[in-house]
């Protein structure tokens, strides 16, 4: 009974050391500048834009958060969403190529919000929401390269994009794809992916459906280690038997 028992418990912590791998790296790949939701249509008008910021330094917090528009392919109309404790400083910038729209042809666009007066402690997160009129329908995606700055002087800068077939960047720019407009979708549709505020007036952002792609890859490998254990702790039982009525 007691190698049964010895077995048991040796698939168990196994398991649960396997488990315990896999949390932490989501716990690493959490702590990214993210812009959420992942994805819009193309040209989709009249949304909302949420940049997740956790904090990573335990001895420092958060006081300055700059997030950098592209003006290559502008998103215009955009008007940034008051945040208790933080000031907001939009900068535009005239374009190169001006924007034919139904009402005219749009010459300036937003191409850089500073955030400054907060604090965000270690172990937390911030979310600071951005409005837009329109988002551009001639690119397939938007890199919003974002710097954060602590408390302590130290700044990082998010700004790696991403290389198709390599590994994430260690400090990847949050990333918007923007993806073809699905047939008879209404212009700020989102793909099924919304983002809205919480009763509470927090500001924390609640998705309306599913997590991203790295959650949803981590849960399946949180399966499947836990079929495997099980797997393994029923093996383990299995020979411990057949080793004791061999020796009767």
């Given at each position: 009974?007691?190698?049964?028992?010895?077995?048991?418990?040796?698939?168990?912590?196994v398991?649960?050391?396997?488990?315990?791998?896999?949390?932490?790296?989501?716990?690493?790949?959490?702590?990214?500048v993210?812009?959420?939701?992942?994805?819009?249509?193309?040209?989709?008008?009249?949304?909302?834009l949420?940049?997740?910021?956790?904090?990573?330094?335990?001895?420092?917090?958060?006081?300055?958060v700059?997030?950098?528009?592209?003006?290559?392919?502008?998103?215009?109309?955009?008007?940034?969403?008051?945040?208790?404790?933080?000031?907001?400083?939009?900068?535009?910038?005239?374009?190169?190529?001006?924007?034919?729209t139904?009402?005219?042809?749009i010459?300036?666009?937003?191409?850089?919000?500073?955030?400054?007066?907060?604090?965000?402690?270690?172990?937390?997160?911030?979310d600071?929401?951005?409005?837009?009129?329109?988002?551009?329908?001639?690119?397939?995606?938007?890199?919003?390269?974002?710097?954060?700055?602590?408390?302590?002087?130290?700044?990082?800068?998010?700004?790696?994009?991403?290389?198709?077939?390599?590994?994430?960047?260690?400090?990847?720019?949050?990333?918007?794809?923007?993806?073809?407009?699905?047939?008879?979708?209404?212009?700020g549709?989102a793909?099924?992916?919304?983002?809205?505020?919480?009763?509470?007036?927090?500001?924390?952002?609640?998705?309306?459906?599913?997590?991203?792609?790295?959650?949803?890859?981590?849960?399946?490998?949180?399966?499947?280690?836990?079929?495997?254990?099980?797997?393994?702790?029923?093996?383990?039982l299995?020979?411990?038997?057949?080793?004791?009525s061999?020796?009767?």
């Open positions: 009974m007691s190698t049964t028992h010895t077995a048991l418990r040796r698939a168990a912590a398991t649960a050391l396997t488990a315990a791998g896999l949390f932490a790296a989501a716990g690493v790949a959490s702590a990214h993210t812009v959420h939701p992942e994805s819009y249509a193309k040209g989709a008008t009249d949304g909302l949420t940049f997740r910021v956790p904090n990573e330094e335990d001895g420092a917090a958060t006081t300055k700059q997030v950098f528009l592209p003006t290559d392919h502008p998103v215009l109309g955009v008007l940034v969403s008051p945040r208790d404790g933080w000031t907001a400083k939009v900068t535009t910038t005239k374009l190169k190529k001006p924007v034919k139904d009402d005219g042809a010459t300036d666009a937003v191409s850089q919000i500073t955030w400054t007066g907060g604090k965000t402690t270690a172990g937390h997160f911030e600071f929401d951005v409005a837009f009129g329109q988002l551009p329908d001639d690119t397939d995606g938007l890199t919003f390269k974002t710097l954060q700055t602590y408390s302590d002087g130290k700044t990082v800068r998010w700004i790696e994009e991403p290389t198709p077939g390599e590994d994430e960047p260690e400090n990847p720019a949050p990333t918007l794809k923007l993806t073809a407009k699905a047939a008879g979708a209404g212009a549709d793909e099924g992916k919304s983002s809205s505020k919480d009763t509470a007036g927090t500001g924390a952002t609640v998705k309306a459906s599913g997590s991203d792609s790295t959650a949803r890859g981590l849960g399946v490998a949180g399966l499947v280690v836990g079929v495997l254990g099980l797997g393994a702790a029923a093996f383990a299995l020979r411990a038997r057949s080793a004791n061999s020796a009767v």
